[in-house]
């Protein structure tokens, strides 16, 4: 346990994780089977319950929980991006959010590029251990919005609500609409559409990670607000419903999950390689996305990126053309943002940029006005 103390106060989580699982099972420490020590394993951190939770804390997240208070510097030590700065004429600042569910801190990002009217708006869910301003360095979803002309919201996740700042998608309060974090997040969602010229047609939802499991049940509970989904390395909805089923669908891919409310448009990337959210998810996602429609047309393409990753792209369209689902399967990557930015955390610049393929399918998704939300 020592030696664990010492990997945590180092900042070297992924050791420390490895190590602690291998004495949790009774083996004896091996360091050379610890992962890479630059990415956290977030297999284990994303399950640790909130303080409020009734249930007892109990195994390794809690046990790293423990030794980052233990540690001086410990967990909040570990690499903390900061965003870019905001172009002249545009703005990032931070608001918070406040209804019977809770309180969240969130960004919003409006772009010096601002277009005549309405602008569209893009609500991002970050993964664990990550910040909005980690988020927005690692996705350029910012420079995006520059590009294009529209907003971007980064809801924060607190380590009050989960110790290490993950969205709580395998809590059964946290699945549903208007309760839970669901419900933060949407109000948060509809105060930017207040009080900002938002397009309430062209309301998109993404997420990495715990943020993209959090993003599949925002399309789900919410199909009137969000007119698309962008999942990244996430799982479907219903893939769990306590930790040790989270564990297992993160592991395994999930075992079966629940239809949502009606088919979402949906675009998926996940890396063949990740270790920490089972590649099956993506597969699950896009099969819960399509749901029973009928009559899709699934058209498979495969490329690579100059001097990077390979990957297949599979394309679900309506008779009509219209795009209801891709899935990009990213050869070789782990648990990482296809295409992010060095600067940020949990990316992989070798891949096909996640971002800019999520806003070309986003922005070609727009809700009419009988189904719009008010």
Same mark, same amino acid.
């Given at each position: 346990?020592?030696?664990?103390?010492?990997?945590?106060?180092?900042?070297? #989580?992924?050791?420390?994780?490895?190590?602690?699982?291998?004495?949790?099972?009774?083996?004896?420490?091996?360091?050379?089977?610890?992962?890479?020590?630059?990415?956290?394993?977030?297999?284990?951190?994303?399950?640790?319950?909130?303080?409020?939770?009734?249930?007892?804390?109990?195994?390794?997240?809690?046990? =790293? @929980?423990?030794?980052?208070?233990?540690?001086?510097?410990?967990?909040?030590?570990?690499?903390?991006?900061?965003?870019?700065?905001?172009?002249?004429?545009?703005?990032?600042?931070?608001?918070?959010?406040?209804?019977?569910?809770?309180?969240? +801190?969130?960004?919003?990002?409006?772009?010096?590029?601002?277009?005549?009217?309405?602008?569209?708006?893009?609500?991002?869910?970050? $993964?664990?251990?990550?910040?909005?301003?980690?988020?927005?360095?690692?996705?350029?979803?910012?420079?995006?919005?520059?590009?294009?002309?529209? #907003?971007?919201?980064?809801?924060?996740?607190?380590?009050?609500?989960?110790?290490?700042?993950?969205?709580?998608?395998?809590?059964?309060?946290?699945?549903?609409?208007?309760?839970?974090?669901?419900? #933060?997040?949407?109000?948060?969602?509809?105060?930017?559409?207040?009080?900002?010229?938002?397009?309430?047609?062209?309301?998109?939802?993404?997420?990495?990670?715990?943020?993209?499991?959090?993003?599949?049940?925002?399309?789900?509970?919410?199909?009137?607000?969000?007119?698309?989904?962008?999942?990244?390395?996430?799982?479907? =909805?219903?893939?769990?419903?306590?930790?040790?089923?989270?564990?297992?669908?993160?592991?395994?891919?999930?075992?079966?999950?629940?239809?949502?409310?009606?088919?979402?448009?949906?675009?998926?990337?996940?890396?063949?390689?990740?270790?920490?959210?089972?590649?099956?998810?993506?597969?699950?996602?896009?099969?819960?996305? #399509?749901?029973?429609?009928? $009559?899709?047309?699934?058209?498979?393409? @495969?490329?690579?990126?100059?001097?990077?990753?390979?990957?297949? @792209?599979?394309?679900?369209?309506?008779?009509?053309?219209?795009?209801?689902?891709?899935?990009?399967?990213?050869?070789?990557?782990?648990?990482?943002?296809?295409?992010?930015?060095?600067?940020?955390?949990?990316?992989?610049?070798?891949?096909?940029?996640? +971002?800019?393929?999520?806003? @070309?399918?986003?922005?070609?998704?727009?809700?009419?006005?009988?189904?719009?939300?008010?």
């Amino acid at each position: 346990m020592a030696e664990a103390v010492r990997l945590t106060g180092a900042g070297r #989580l992924s050791e420390a994780t490895a190590l602690i699982q291998q004495m949790l099972r009774g083996g004896s420490p091996n360091p050379a089977t610890a992962p890479d020590p630059s990415i956290i394993d977030a297999e284990f951190t994303v399950l640790d319950p909130a303080p409020s939770s009734p249930r007892p804390r109990t195994g390794l997240g809690e046990t =790293l @929980r423990r030794l980052s208070r233990a540690v001086p510097g410990g967990q909040q030590g570990a690499f903390r991006p900061v965003a870019p700065p905001a172009p002249e004429g545009a703005s990032f600042t931070t608001a918070s959010y406040h209804e019977a569910a809770g309180t969240r +801190t969130y960004k919003l990002y409006v772009p010096a590029n601002r277009p005549a009217g309405p602008m569209p708006l893009i609500v991002m869910l970050h $993964g664990c251990t990550q910040s909005p301003d980690d988020f927005a360095a690692g996705t350029g979803m910012n420079l995006a919005a520059e590009e294009h002309g529209f #907003l971007v919201a980064y809801p924060e996740q607190p380590g009050s609500a989960n110790p290490n700042r993950c969205w709580n998608w395998f809590s059964t309060v946290d699945q549903g609409r208007d309760r839970g974090e669901p419900a #933060l997040i949407a109000g948060i969602t509809r105060t930017i559409m207040c009080e900002h010229s938002v397009d309430p047609a062209r309301v998109y939802v993404a997420g990495l990670s715990a943020g993209g499991a959090a993003a599949v049940i925002m399309g789900s509970a919410y199909p009137d607000l969000y007119a698309a989904v962008g999942v990244h390395s996430g799982l479907p =909805l219903g893939a769990a419903r306590d930790m040790p089923s989270a564990f297992a669908a993160m592991r395994n891919g999930a075992a079966g999950g629940r239809r949502g409310a009606g088919p979402v448009p949906t675009i998926i990337f996940h890396g063949d390689q990740d270790t920490t959210v089972h590649p099956a998810n993506g597969t699950a996602v896009a099969a819960q996305a #399509l749901g029973t429609t009928m $009559g899709l047309r699934p058209t498979v393409s @495969r490329g690579a990126v100059p001097g990077g990753r390979a990957y297949t @792209r599979t394309i679900h369209a309506d008779a009509s053309g219209r795009d209801l689902c891709e899935h990009w399967e990213i050869q070789g990557a782990g648990h990482a943002w296809s295409g992010g930015s060095a600067s940020g955390s949990y990316t992989d610049p070798r891949g096909p940029d996640a +971002t800019r393929e999520m806003v @070309r399918f986003f922005l070609a998704h727009g809700r009419t006005a009988a189904a719009t939300a008010p």
